[in-house]
């Protein structure tokens, strides 16, 4: 059974960094891209990056380009996405998902996604 | 860049259809694939339609997917419409670098 378990959630201050993971089970992690993708409270959802099997192509959304850095690991199975120069616009509950393909910018879909964890900027 | 634009809601009786666009502004609506996703409240998606009209397993057949190039636009349309399709649903497609989730439309079934 494929699980993706996100964590590293939690309040930060604006201007602050938060590390967040996903621990990835139940399929061969480096055989596929994944993603982050976030939505904010109320909101609809917004892609925020994603990263082939090998971390040869990685792509961001314009609104976090520059301070996020997504990367995995892939003898551990997990997936993670630096943020920095946190924003309250960063409030949000990420996701984690699968890709169906080797990499992020293909002709892939999400076929799994974690339950989120929750980031809050606030002051 | 590129945006997809869906209806704010659509509300239809049990048993009928409905039709949901998405219309793809700054390109072609052919120049990639349309995936759609559907999200209940309080939980995480899931994808109903992906490659423009193929259906994971465990999908109905109910559920059904299109693409217009004439008016570069996708639409999800669900048939025999039950309470348990009411839900938020997104379309996405990507371009060369990014992945763009459409503006999201609240399926009410009265």
């Known amino acids: 059974e494929v699980q993706l378990a996100e964590s590293g959630g939690g309040l930060a201050q604006p201007g602050r960094s938060l590390r967040l993971s996903c621990a990835a089970s139940?399929?061969?992690?480096?055989?596929?891209?994944m993603h982050w993708v976030r939505q904010a409270p109320g909101k609809g959802l917004e892609w925020v990056s994603g990263?082939?099997?090998?971390?040869?192509?990685?792509g961001y959304a314009d609104s976090v380009k520059g301070r996020f850095t997504i990367s995995r690991d892939n003898a551990k199975n997990s997936l993670y996405l630096q943020m920095n120069s946190l924003r309250d616009e960063d409030t949000a509950l990420y996701y984690c998902?699968?890709?169906?393909?080797?990499?992020?910018?293909?002709?892939?879909?999400?076929?799994?996604w974690g339950q989120g964890t929750l980031v809050t900027v606030s002051s | 860049n590129f945006m997809l634009t869906q209806p704010h809601s659509v509300s239809e009786s049990p048993g009928k259809t409905v039709t949901i666009s998405c219309t793809r502004s700054?390109?072609?609506?052919?120049?990639?694939?349309v995936q759609w996703y559907q999200q209940r409240p309080g939980s995480a998606p899931i994808t109903v339609i992906y490659?423009?009209?193929?259906?994971p397993s465990g999908v109905p057949d109910r559920f059904s997917g299109s693409i217009d190039r004439s008016s570069d636009s996708a639409s999800l349309t669900i048939s025999g419409l039950k309470t348990e399709d009411e839900a938020d649903y997104y379309c996405?497609?990507?371009?060369?670098?990014?992945?763009?989730f459409g503006t999201g439309t609240k399926v009410t079934v009265l």
């Open positions: 490659a423009d009209n193929q259906r």
């Open positions: 998902a699968k890709d169906t393909k080797f990499h992020y910018d293909s002709s892939g879909y999400y076929d799994y």
């Open positions: 139940g399929f061969t992690f480096d055989d596929y891209a």
């Open positions: 996405q497609s990507y371009d060369s670098t990014n992945h763009v």
């Open positions: 700054g390109g072609s609506i052919a120049y990639s694939y």
């Open positions: 990263i082939s099997w090998n971390s040869g192509s990685i």
